[in-house]
């Protein structure tokens, strides 16, 4: 488990350095989450102390969120002001990404079915 | 314990990185258990349950973000290693990734764009000002993207923060009810718009649909961040001449 975290890590930090160096619109976690998912397709897969921690850190991945989600109390008198307008947009923006996403989506798989 | 005992306690723990820590994992379990109790409905939702609980007893306390953040900041940390890990059951769904790379990359770029927009349209014609639609249009990608992008563009990033959080929370609450509206079954097109439109907190609703929904969530979320990242700046002077 030491190993898998410690290689987690390591992946974390090469995405920072890299992203930081080349300044891509990126931030760190994710370029190393792309870094380890190429290494995983070069090397066929991860071992199972990998595997294991990996699925037990986002088992609870909603625990992470709840810090920066209570900052939500720093703006309470700017969102006083406006907050009709945000919530509409939040909302229907959204429900519209969502259905986009799905209907577009079904639709393509769909057609892709038809042809052999 | 006498008063002078309290108080000498309360202003040794408050101001240690433990009480914000212990708070935030009570907060959560607390919330995971009533989750648990209406049967993962997603309208039960953990990280909105514990936000609220969290919030209340800050304000009760008299206690400031910052320094609640001092403790709270070694949860919030693993945040960085939990989206590097997201690789592992991305690797999993490896061939469907192949087979279907071409219709997953036209629905992201339909989808980013749709959130956008939208949230523009709507918030210009409901009178939100400039800085708060600047900070509401890339609100569906993850936290760190978002505001660095807001920033850029000279919108308020802690705002941004804010909103991001809201979107997760509303999209991982609705998204199911929608997908059952619109006769949407397969988990692999579920994970893709929840982690498109709802990025973390979305994936982390869409791991409890199934391994298959999280992994295309994970999926969508890390592409849309940077789809978002590359396609906000160029489309805001577009919509801000149109929908002035």
Same mark, same amino acid.
């Given at each position: ?113 038809? =042809?052999? | ?97 192949? =087979? ?41 990608? *993850? ?59 979305? *994936? ?41």
């Amino acid at each position: 488990m030491l190993n898998a975290i410690t290689l987690l890590l390591v992946f974390q930090l090469a995405g920072e350095v890299i992203t930081r160096a080349l300044a891509l619109p990126l931030p760190g976690p994710v370029l190393g989450m792309a870094l380890l998912f190429v290494t995983l397709v070069i090397r066929g897969g991860p071992g199972k102390s990998l595997h294991d921690t990996a699925h037990g850190l986002l088992g609870h991945l909603s625990l992470l969120f709840v810090p920066a989600g209570a900052g939500i109390m720093l703006h309470t008198d700017r969102l006083a002001g406006e907050w009709q307008a945000l919530l509409a947009a939040l909302v229907v923006s959204t429900l519209a990404a969502l259905a986009v996403a799905a209907l577009v989506l079904s639709a393509l798989l769909r057609r892709r079915g038809r =042809r052999p | 314990m006498t008063r002078h005992d309290f108080t000498g306690l309360w202003v040794y723990l408050s101001a240690s990185p433990l009480l914000g820590l212990t708070l935030t994992l009570l907060a959560y379990l607390a919330a995971w258990q009533l989750h648990r109790r209406a049967g993962g409905h997603p309208l039960v939702n953990p990280v909105l349950i514990a936000v609220l609980m969290l919030v209340g007893v800050l304000w009760l306390t008299g206690t400031d973000y910052d320094t609640y953040f001092d403790g709270a900041q070694f949860v919030h940390f693993l945040l960085g290693p939990a989206t590097v890990a997201l690789a592992i059951p991305l690797y999993g769904q490896i061939e469907r990734l192949r =087979r279907m790379a071409l219709p997953l990359g036209l629905t992201l770029l339909c989808g980013a764009t749709t959130a956008i927009v939208v949230a523009w349209v709507v918030g210009g014609a409901l009178g939100a000002s400039d800085a708060s639609l600047i900070s509401l249009a890339p609100k569906s990608v *993850t936290t760190p993207i978002a505001m660095a992008v807001v920033e850029a563009l000279g919108g308020l990033p802690s705002l941004t923060a804010a909103l991001v959080i809201m979107t997760g929370i509303f999209g991982a609450m609705v998204a199911q009810g929608l997908f059952r509206l619109l006769g949407t079954r397969d988990p692999a097109v579920q994970g893709f718009a929840i982690g498109l439109a709802a990025h973390g907190i979305g *994936t982390a609703r869409a791991f409890q649909i199934s391994a298959e929904a999280g992994a295309f969530a994970a999926l969508a979320m890390a592409t849309n961040g940077l789809v978002t990242a590359l396609l906000t700046p160029w489309l805001l002077p577009w919509l801000s001449r149109w929908f002035a």
